[in-house]
């Protein structure tokens, strides 16, 4: 099988991070030391190499997100992989993974095979890419899922659309039995979320604007739970947003359903009180910022594991799409650059969660869910680190964008925890200067 993720070659680093904080809660490691990377290679001597002053900052297993969108093919004006994997190194990420919801559709060999070829010579990061569920992502037609997963595939996704046929989902399951990679799905029943454009509740109503209902997303992750039990399959939840969800999600893991879960940052941070800004670069995505009492349940799911990792949804858009009323921007907002610290600003830094819960569900546990390698800061572990300064702010937006776009859910927004160094599968891929 191909190699499911590529990077551009680079030199290996070989440096010495003097007195951090080194924290890995996979591997039981937190305390201060020196952190030696030789080669590429988390351990070693130090003799001989360059030197970084880590005192008072934190260095951590490189994250990894499940979940963005680089636009490649059709819409490089947005992104490129070369810009995303970059926004990506600056946020801390050691891996991305993009969706396949591009002009054309990523839903046969040669574009598969395409996007791998211009990771390996433009992304910062390792770089790998879902294929399509069905053709076109239209939902009747599978793809050639064996083929494509054979050629690198990571997974299979159909996300900005659901599956919505049952029968195609079924079909879609038995592959996926056979093939062993994970389906990543966009949970929306269509028909009760049709024409909405936030959450449908008080805000929405006050504003005047068509709801889009929590039930829908919920109905959606029930009937492919149900599924997925029946053909003893594996299932991974895009972008949870609404407490039916959760209680959904969970209801499945206890009967045993093999199934996985996301939030993103922005349903974590912020609630549709924000939508009353009507600003749709900074808050209209799908699905919506939904109400506080859904925040809090994706909070305590992302903490006893119901949710088991953080995913940024990462959706470039340029400002001319966005600078339009609300009800008719696309959905959308980036967050690469902002994740770590939105969740550690608002979740670590309020005392709803501990650091290195977070740095779990945003490094190992989202490498997990779609099988690839959990980073890792033993020795003899290949280096992929982030280094952190947990208490210096970020301005979102004041010192611009590594991303093509600049639609963020924060902008403007003080939040707290600077990534100073990323170090990806053994190369320096950011260093903030």
Known sequence: MAARLAQRPGPRASLVIRDVRVLDPVAGIDEVRDLVVRDGVVGGSPDGLDEIDGSGLVAVPGFVDPHVHLRVPGREDLETVATGSLAGAAGGF????????????????????????????DAVIPTGFYAAITRGQKGAELTEHAELAQLGAVGFSDDGFPVSDASVMRRALQYQRMVGLPLVLHEEDARLSAGGVAHEGPVASRLGLAGIPAVSEAVAVARDAALAAFEDGRIHICHVSAAATVDEVRAAKARGVSITAEVSPHHLALTDEAVASLDPSRHKMNPPLRAESDRQALIAALIDGTIDCVATDHAPHAADEKEVPFEEAPFGVIGLETAFAACHT???????????????????????????????LADGSPADIALIDLDAPVVVGGDGHRSKSSNSAFAGDELFGRIRLTIAAGQIAWRDT
Do not use: C, F, W
């Open 94 to 121: 050691v891996a991305i993974v993009a969706m396949p919801n591009t002009k054309p559709v990523v839903d046969n060999a040669a574009i598969i095979e395409s996007l791998l070829e211009q990771a390996a010579t």
């Open 346 to 376: 608002h979740l670590v830094r309020t005392g709803l969660m501990p650091l290195e819960l977070l740095v779990r569900r945003m490094g190992a546990d989202a490498a997990r869910v779609v099988d690839l390698p959990q980073p890792s």
